[in-house]
């Protein structure tokens, strides 16, 4: 019997800590999806209304199939910069149809769904999330371009769009646009490079230059209509495939497209019977303490995510500070790799590496549970060879070809978010709670190692070394790293997809693997040298 026990106490003064703490949280960080959800504001939005038109969610809603999950990716990016919140576009996963599609809609209340530098790295990251997943993409077109005072970040990354494009079609993943207003100069090459492109009655405006461009450049007078107006395009130039007569006609013509795809999905189908996890998934949202230094059990997260809580646990005698074993959830099969107590020694490495490889053996998707303060230092551990272990694992994680997903609970400091496969190790998914905190150490830590390097330095040189303004120091070194540790500046950051509610995470991951499943599961045949 492998079925998960619980010694959660969703009545204890420690769990009720957690969950409020947790809540309030939570509360936070709605509110800042709020600032994303209203877009550009009352005044932008009455008059995108008063022009007949849809808001981007709206058309979003219209096109999903009805009452199906939209996982909506990356909807805090450009937090904390000089960006609306969202970085004014709507990102995520959707059914059309029936099929798991990218949904890409930039917002025209926010600054005419013009591309910021935060608004282009979220289109790259759901591109390579349709590449990586070989999901179909549907970009729901009304944009003025590159936003124009922050060009010289935009401009030359921003080629990629493009060129993601045509790369996925030519891997055979579709790529469609439907435009519902402008999509002029650079922007006139996402239905220039799509596979199919919808274009709507005097609404679309597709063309390289506007009246005034071309007046400029050639002398010539023309108008909107016939430099780039729907008709124009399906009559005679032929970049439209599809004229339609408003926009809900758009998005019936978008999602009769996806129906006629013949897609499937490349990947195993999950079990047909599915059981749920034998424990509350409310209680998930009081497991992790608010001081993340107490420790918590990963096994009591895991009983609430898995099917049937049931989890079997690989090698638990040893390492044990890393919880390794095979579950389903939703019906897929997964390993799990999640810390127990923090920190990472050469054993919890050395069974990571050997469990990696197990899954490439197995084909199984990995999910890398986040609880850690990093592998351990001290010479004890440095003469057994702490480093070599810790590259094992990092060479394990990197080399594996299995999908991976991970989800931040807690701490992740260190090489031990790199151990854990964080953002730069491509997991194809990348989720945080509220609860995560994430940085190269922890913020005393830091500002400790900084306070002994100029003690010496100072020191060094015969002078005396100042106590208070050292103390002034590593009060604002603290502040400044716990706050750029916390999940709304990483989501911000597009270091991950996106900061979920602990309730959802059995949701969530499910969605995940679904779409992970749309490309062939393979494992890694082979990895680098592994220093043993
Ligand atoms: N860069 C930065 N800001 C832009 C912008 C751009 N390319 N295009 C529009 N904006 C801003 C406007 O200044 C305005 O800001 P405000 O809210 O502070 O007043 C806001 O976005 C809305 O623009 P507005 O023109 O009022 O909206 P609209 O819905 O009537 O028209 C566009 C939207 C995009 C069609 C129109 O603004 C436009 O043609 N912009 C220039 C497009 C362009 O040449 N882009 C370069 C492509 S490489």
Redesign the pocket.
């Known amino acids: 019997m492998t079925v998960l026990r619980s010694a959660l106490d969703s009545g204890s003064a420690e769990y009720l800590a957690a969950a409020a703490a947790m809540d309030g949280k939570l509360t936070e960080i709605e509110g800042e999806f709020a600032k994303a959800v209203a877009g550009?504001g009352p005044d932008?939005l009455a008059r995108h209304r008063k022009r007949g038109k849809l808001t981007a969610r709206e058309r979003i809603e219209l096109l999903v199939d009805e009452d199906s999950p939209f996982l909506e990716l990356c909807p805090l990016a450009a937090w904390g910069s000089e960006f609306q919140v969202g970085a004014s576009v709507i990102a995520g996963i959707g059914i059309v149809a029936g099929v798991e599609c990218v949904i890409v809609a930039p917002d025209?209340t926010v600054?005419?769904?013009?591309s910021n530098p935060w608004t282009l790295r979220k289109n790259l990251r759901v591109n390579d999330i349709a590449m990586e997943n070989r999901l179909p993409v549907i970009g729901l077109v009304e944009?003025?371009?590159?936003?124009?005072?922050t060009q010289k970040e935009v401009f030359v990354p921003g080629g990629r769009m493009f060129r993601d494009l045509t790369r996925l079609s030519a891997a055979g993943i579709p790529t469609i646009a439907l435009v519902f207003?402008?999509s002029?100069?650079?922007?006139a090459y996402i239905p220039g490079m799509s596979d199919y492109t919808v274009m709507i009655k005097e609404r679309s405006k597709v063309f390289l230059g506007?009246p005034p461009l071309v007046k400029m450049a050639t002398g010539e007078e023309s108008d909107d209509e016939s430099l780039g107006g729907a008709e124009m395009h399906a009559r005679v130039s032929g970049l439209a495939d599809y004229l339609a007569a408003d926009e809900q006609d758009a998005i019936r013509i978008g999602r009769s497209i996806v129906k006629r795809l013949n897609w499937t999905k490349r990947g195993p189908r999950p079990r047909a019977e599915v059981l749920e996890p034998r424990f509350d998934q409310e209680e998930l949202l009081g497991i992790v303490p608010s001081d993340l230094k107490i420790p918590f059990d990963p096994r009591e997260v895991i009983a609430r995510v898995v099917d049937d809580s049931d989890f079997d646990e690989f090698k638990p005698l040893y390492g044990s500070s890393l919880v390794t074993g095979w579950a389903e959830l939703h019906g897929y099969p997964v390993g799990i790799l999640a810390n127990a107590r923090g920190v990472l020694f050469s054993e919890e490495s050395q069974k990571a590496a050997q469990f990696i490889q197990l899954a490439n053996r197995k084909n199984t998707p990995l999910l890398f549970l986040h609880n850690t303060t990093g592998y351990m230092v001290g010479r004890e551990f440095e003469q057994k060879g702490i480093i070599k272990h810790g590259a094992m694992m990092i060479n394990a994680v990197s080399n594996s070809k299995v999908p991976h997903l991970t989800l931040l609970m807690g701490a992740s400091y260190g090489a031990g978010h790199y151990g854990m496969c964080g953002r730069a190790y491509d997991p194809r998914f990348v989720f945080a709670w509220p609860s995560a905190k994430s940085a190269v150490m922890g913020g005393a830590q830091l500002a400790g190692v900084i306070s002994i390097v100029g003690r010496a330095a100072t020191e060094a040189k015969g002078l005396p070394f100042d106590e208070a303004a050292d103390a002034g120091m590593r009060a604002a070194i603290e502040a400044q790293i716990e706050a750029e540790s916390l999940p709304m500046f990483m989501s911000g950051r597009l270091y991950d997809d996106g900061v979920i509610d602990p309730r959802d995470t059995r949701t969530v991951l499910g969605m995940a693997l679904s779409a992970v499943h749309n490309a062939p599961i393979e494992g890694a045949d082979g990895f680098g040298v592994f220093r043993m």
Do not use: H, M
Not at 143 to 149: C, E, F, I, K, V
Not at 184 to 187: L, P
């Open positions: 550009g932008k025209p600054r005419g769904g013009t944009s003025g371009g590159a936003d124009l005072p207003g402008n002029t100069a650079g922007g506007g």
